[in-house]
Structure formats: structure tokens, C-alpha cells
Nanobody, 124 residues
Framework: VQLQASGGGLVQPGGSLRLSCAAS????????MGWYRQAPGKQRELVAA???????NYADSVKGRFTISRDYAKNTVYLQMNSLKPEDTANYYC???????????????????WGQGTQVTVSS
């Protein structure tokens, strides 16, 4: 499975961005996909995840502002980010896993495949 992330950029506080993660390869075993982010000097953290049953999970810091969705026909996962804040600045990574369950959905070690990062910078 190969993951290609795109959509990052520079945006002012309060602005919006939509990240895309296009997946290719054998997707039939993938049961969850997620977006992680990592800022300089900080650990990688889950931003949002979506299971094959369309159950979603969000970090508390983004609830109500970010929305994860999935287009099965295009094998693409999206992260719509609204009301962006400077603290959202980070490198954003998409990930896919084959054995993700509710208790492991936030654990990056549970994800088998990772895309390259796309930088999001929120600044005036």
C-alpha cells in the first residue's frame, strides 16, 4: 500500500485547508486510516482516524474544527481543517492499518503504512 498526502500550505489563523491522502495498492486488508501530525520537538499525535465502518476518532484539540472523511471509490481520505490555529502548525502524515481496533486506533505503532508528510503552517 502506498499513501500520497497533499494539500498542506500556509494559512492565516481562522482559515481552512483540506488535506488529501490518496492510497494505492492492495487496500482490501486496510481497516482504518488516520491523520497524524508532528511539530518540531513534539511527539507524533493522532489528529483523526476513520475505520472501514466509517467510525471516526478525533483528538480533543481538533474536535468541532476538523472532519475526516473517506471516498472509497477514489481510495482517498480527506481531512477538512477549519478554524485553524497557530498550534495546528505541524507536518501532517496519513497512515493506514490492517489490524486497528478501538483500543489501538490512537497508537501510531498500530499503523502498517505511512505516507510522506505535508506541512501545514498557520501564521499571520
Amino acid at each position: 500500500v502506498q499513501l500520497q498526502a497533499s494539500g498542506g500550505g500556509l494559512v492565516q489563523p481562522g482559515g481552512s485547508l483540506r488535506l488529501s491522502c490518496a492510497a494505492s495498492g492492495s487496500m482490501f486488508r486496510i481497516n482504518a486510516m488516520g491523520w497524524y501530525r508532528q511539530a518540531p520537538g513534539k511527539q507524533r499525535e493522532l489528529v483523526a482516524a476513520i475505520t472501514s465502518g466509517d467510525s471516526t476518532n478525533y483528538a480533543d484539540s481538533v474536535k468541532g474544527r476538523f472532519t475526516i472523511s473517506r471516498d472509497y471509490a477514489k481510495n482517498t481520505v480527506y481531512l477538512q481543517m477549519n478554524s485553524l490555529k497557530p498550534e495546528d502548525t505541524a507536518n501532517y502524515y496519513c497512515a493506514a492499518g490492517t489490524t486497528i481496533i478501538t483500543s489501538t486506533i490512537r497508537n501510531p505503532q498500530g499503523y502498517n503504512y505511512w505516507g510522506q508528510g505535508t506541512q501545514v503552517t498557520v501564521s499571520s
